[in-house]
């Protein structure tokens, strides 16, 4: 079918040339491309392109923020974002009860009973984790080693990869995942499990646990500067870019980088091969790499010229916003990073990396910043307002309730639309009942139809909004 883009013209279209487009029109039954799809109230096929959204908006591509403004805004982050770190600028020597405080915030006892999926989490697992984390053996004076991921990899509430629920029968929620970490990020180390297969970290947004194996040990200035190399060099713009797979150097094949990751170019004749193969239909880059002694280097490795990267992040619009959004469309929800995914905080967060943005980890931090423009809702304020602040809301503002937040995308006749990464929703069917949808990815849906309960609203859980304007 030919498409027909609608303009304020078609106000003065003639009657005959109303008739002619009608004829245009497919025969009956074949409307799949506009009608209802799914479970979702008001969700047609249209919609799950980004094209379609981006048509809805006036000047979609004007830039909300230069690089300049983007640099001040995540400056203002990391300064007054008290969940934002600075791993690299960590003092010499840091007091080990400090260290063991971090690690105590994160590694605690659960009050509440957990399982595993061979049943129930006894007290005897549990002292072994807590002995695991070896504080007994933290010196008074804790001396920062300084390393680099070399391939994701999780942290841990517990240097443990053994998964931990809260019921038996909710196996997707790890209550033990923290997050992931990505190829090239830079740590702080300030400890190591019992066995030493685990190293507690500082990152720029969280401290947790991750396997040893995942971290290059080397000098501050090492890991710094191959971190200002990377900031100068190859971004990834699509929801994952790999490099190619080479047996000739296995530690640097089919690497995975995650959107808005940055490596740095290496410098290589690309007439030369590289691992067997010639690299001018692709583009060569430095990872780091870990020796079998834990010591940092660095090695080339070959991203395909078919991957999704770019020379700089993306310039800062509506429309990059929505189009980087729904690269994710349909992955699998992953608590914590996990699944080799993301959830929704994490999904938030890295489709505003690909345009240079730094936002906090957790929904808890994001919905209380205070380097974001923040848009308070009070508990008491009615369900009238809160659906008015969303009809207001903007392309990429952040609605958050607890423990969740949803990205807005646009609005349909009034009624506020958003993309996340969620496990599920409440919505009521055509007899008036409520049924739960296990949506688990990343999806598209209206606000006002999602329940929070038999009796109420999600909008009426929305605790704020934030804008990065």
Same mark, same amino acid.
């Given at each position: 079918? +030919?498409?027909? $883009?609608?303009?304020?013209?078609?106000?003065?279209?003639?009657?005959?040339?109303?008739?002619?487009?009608?004829?245009?029109?497919?025969?009956?039954?074949?409307?799949?491309?506009?009608?209802?799809?799914?479970?979702?109230?008001?969700?047609?096929?249209?919609?799950? *392109?980004?094209?379609?959204?981006?048509?809805?908006?006036?000047?979609?591509?004007?830039? /909300?923020?230069?690089?300049?403004?983007?640099?001040?805004?995540?400056?203002?982050?990391?300064?007054?974002?008290?969940?934002? !770190?600075?791993?690299?600028?960590?003092?010499?020597?840091? %007091?080990?009860?400090?260290?063991?405080?971090?690690? %105590?915030?994160?590694?605690? =006892?659960?009050?509440?009973?957990?399982?595993?999926?061979?049943?129930?989490?006894?007290? &005897?697992?549990?002292?072994?984790?807590?002995?695991?984390?070896?504080?007994?053996?933290?010196?008074?004076?804790?001396?920062?080693? !300084?390393?680099?991921?070399?391939? +994701?990899?999780?942290?841990?509430?517990?240097?443990?990869?053994?998964?931990?629920?809260?019921?038996?029968?909710?196996?997707?929620?790890?209550?033990?995942?923290?997050?992931?970490?990505?190829?090239?990020?830079?740590?702080?180390?300030?400890?190591?499990?019992?066995?030493?297969?685990?190293?507690?970290?500082?990152?720029? $947004?969280?401290?947790?646990?991750?396997?040893?194996?995942?971290?290059?040990?080397?000098?501050?200035?090492?890991?710094?500067?191959?971190?200002?190399?990377? &900031?100068?060099?190859?971004?990834?713009?699509?929801?994952?870019?790999?490099?190619?797979?080479?047996?000739?150097?296995?530690?640097?094949?089919?690497?995975?980088?995650?959107?808005?990751?940055?490596?740095?170019?290496?410098?290589?004749?690309?007439? $030369?091969?590289?691992?067997?193969?010639?690299?001018?239909?692709?583009?060569?880059?430095?990872?780091?790499? =870990?020796?079998?002694?834990?010591?940092?280097?660095?090695?080339?490795?070959?991203?395909? &010229?078919?991957?999704? /990267?770019?020379?700089?992040?993306?310039?800062?619009?509506?429309?990059?916003?929505?189009?980087?959004?729904?690269?994710?469309?349909?992955? =699998?929800?992953?608590?914590?990073?996990?699944?080799?995914?993301?959830?929704?905080?994490? !999904?938030?967060?890295?489709?505003? +990396?690909?345009?240079?943005?730094?936002?906090?980890?957790?929904?808890?931090?994001?919905?209380?910043?205070?380097?974001?423009?923040?848009?308070?809702?009070?508990?008491?304020?009615?369900?009238?307002?809160?659906?008015?602040?969303?009809?207001?809301?903007?392309?990429?503002?952040?609605? !958050?309730?607890?423990?969740?937040?949803?990205?807005?995308?646009?609005?349909?006749?009034?009624?506020?639309?958003?993309?996340?990464?969620?496990?599920?929703? *409440?919505?009521?069917?055509?007899?008036?009942?409520?049924?739960?949808?296990?949506?688990?990815?990343?999806?598209?849906?209206? /606000?006002?139809?999602?329940?929070?309960?038999?009796?109420?609203?999600?909008?009426?859980?929305?605790?704020?909004?934030?804008?990065? +304007?």
């Amino acid at each position: 079918m +030919r498409s027909i $883009r609608l303009t304020p013209s078609a106000l003065r279209w003639t009657t005959a040339t109303l008739l002619a487009l009608v004829a245009l029109l497919p025969a009956p039954g074949a409307m799949h491309a506009s009608t209802a799809t799914g479970p979702i109230p008001g969700l047609t096929a249209s919609m799950l *392109s980004p094209d379609a959204w981006i048509a809805r908006l006036d000047a979609p591509d004007t830039v /909300v923020l230069d690089a300049a403004a983007i640099a001040a805004q995540n400056a203002g982050m990391r300064r007054e974002d008290a969940s934002i !770190f600075d791993p690299l600028a960590l003092p010499a020597r840091i %007091e080990g009860r400090t260290v063991a405080e971090w690690i %105590e915030a994160i590694s605690r =006892r659960p009050s509440a009973p957990r399982f595993t999926a061979q049943g129930a989490v006894s007290a &005897a697992m549990f002292d072994a984790w807590l002995d695991a984390l070896a504080l007994d053996v933290l010196p008074g004076q804790v001396a920062p080693r !300084f390393g680099l991921v070399v391939r +994701r990899a999780d942290l841990r509430a517990f240097p443990t990869a053994t998964r931990v629920f809260s019921r038996p029968d909710d196996t997707d929620i790890d209550r033990f995942q923290e997050d992931a970490l990505f190829p090239g990020t830079p740590v702080a180390v300030l400890h190591a499990s019992r066995d030493g297969d685990w190293l507690f970290v500082v990152s720029e $947004r969280y401290r947790a646990w991750i396997e040893s194996k995942h971290v290059a040990i080397g000098g501050q200035s090492e890991v710094a500067g191959y971190a200002a190399r990377a &900031a100068e060099g190859v971004v990834v713009t699509g929801a994952t870019a790999r490099t190619v797979f080479t047996p000739q150097a296995p530690e640097v094949s089919d690497v995975q980088l995650e959107m808005g990751v940055r490596v740095p170019r290496a410098d290589w004749n690309v007439a $030369r091969a590289l691992h067997g193969q010639v690299p001018a239909f692709g583009h060569v880059v430095e990872l780091p790499v =870990r020796a079998d002694d834990g010591a940092l280097s660095f090695a080339p490795a070959l991203l395909p &010229a078919a991957d999704d /990267v770019a020379d700089d992040v993306l310039p800062y619009t509506r429309a990059a916003l929505i189009r980087q959004a729904f690269k994710f469309l349909g992955e =699998r929800y992953g608590w914590g990073h996990a699944y080799n995914a993301r959830d929704c905080s994490g !999904f938030v967060s890295e489709i505003y +990396r690909s345009v240079g943005i730094l936002l906090p980890r957790n929904t808890s931090a994001q919905a209380v910043s205070p380097a974001l423009d923040r848009i308070e809702v009070t508990p008491n304020m009615s369900h009238a307002t809160r659906l008015q602040l969303l009809r207001e809301a903007d392309v990429g503002d952040m609605v !958050f309730i607890p423990g969740h937040v949803m990205m807005v995308i646009g609005h349909v006749d009034g009624e506020p639309w958003v993309i996340h990464d969620t496990a599920g929703m *409440s919505v009521r069917d055509a007899a008036g009942d409520i049924v739960r949808l296990p949506l688990n990815g990343v999806v598209v849906t209206p /606000v006002t139809p999602m329940l929070s309960g038999a009796d109420g609203f999600t909008i009426d859980r929305i605790t704020s909004i934030q804008r990065v +304007r």
